[in-house]
T-cell receptor, first 113, second 112 residues
Framework: EAAVTQSPRNKVTVTGGNVTLSCRQT?????MYWYRQDTGHGLRLIHY???????QIGDVPDGYKATRTTQEDFFLLLELASPSQTSLYFC????????????FGHGTKLSVL | QQKVQQSPESLIVPEGGMASLNCTSS?????YFWWYRQHSGKSPKMLM?????GEKEEGRFTVHLNKASLHTSLHIRDSQPSDSALYLC????????????FGLGTTLQVQP
């Protein structure tokens, strides 16, 4: 089973704070993704990447930055966090090709007070 | 409006019963359909995928796809309490690796 590890598992910050969520995959996958999951909205794609140094904008990118430093590591940055960013964040990775499944990390629960 | 719509929103079936979940895409450019299962407090895991018209069976799970109507369905026979979970349907386009559009899901509860 492919391995995707997220940190931290839980994070609490205040409005206006800076937050960095980390994700590492050891699957040798080219593609990595950041999703947020919210009741009533489901899973929504924030940013994704094809490889180190590459960044693609997802469907709900406002308020988020991301950086892919290596093939293994993908970071999600929240500068000036807002309560609307309180959510469950999932990182995922996949191989190249439209028929490749996503492997998800265990998630990071973020609360912005 | 959700581009991938799932029904029903929730479903209760008795242990040993059949569960049927539905999913339709309003995006006519999608080519691939996926079913992910998410147990409470866990991350989604791919359950089944289907890319061609017809039917695919894996154990107790059967998935159907009608590409003309962009409708897929998942059927679980001999449902078990361990099948209780959120079932997420997703669709993607050729050339958009991993850029899945997820539905809101169907919550399945299997009662012993």
């Amino acid at each position: 089973e492919a391995a995707v590890t997220q940190s931290p598992r839980n994070k609490v910050t205040v409005t206006g704070g800076n937050v960095t969520l980390s994700c590492r995959q050891t699957n040798s996958h080219n593609y990595m993704y950041w999703y947020r999951q919210d009741t009533g909205h489901g899973l929504r794609l924030i940013h994704y990447s094809y490889g180190a140094g590459n960044l693609q904008i997802g469907d709900v990118p406002d308020g988020y930055k991301a950086t892919r430093t290596t093939q293994e590591d993908f970071f999600l940055l929240l500068e000036l966090a807002s309560p609307s960013q309180t959510s469950l964040y999932f990182c995922a990775s996949s191989g190249q090709g439209p028929n490749e499944r996503l492997f998800f990390g265990h998630g990071t629960k973020l609360s912005v007070l | 409006q959700q581009k991938v719509q799932q029904s029903p929103e929730s479903l209760i079936v008795p242990e040993g019963g059949m569960a049927s979940l539905n999913c339709t895409s309003s995006d006519r450019n999608v080519d691939y359909f996926w079913w992910y299962r998410q147990h409470s407090g866990k991350s989604p895991k791919m359950l089944m995928s289907i890319f061609s018209n017809g039917e695919k069976e894996e154990g107790r799970f059967t998935v159907h796809l009608n590409k003309a109507s962009l409708h897929t369905s998942l059927h679980i026979r001999d449902s078990q309490p361990s099948d209780s979970a959120l079932y997420l349907c997703a669709a993607s386009r050729t050339g958009n690796t991993g850029k899945l559009i997820f539905g809101l899901g169907t919550t399945l509860q299997v009662q012993p």
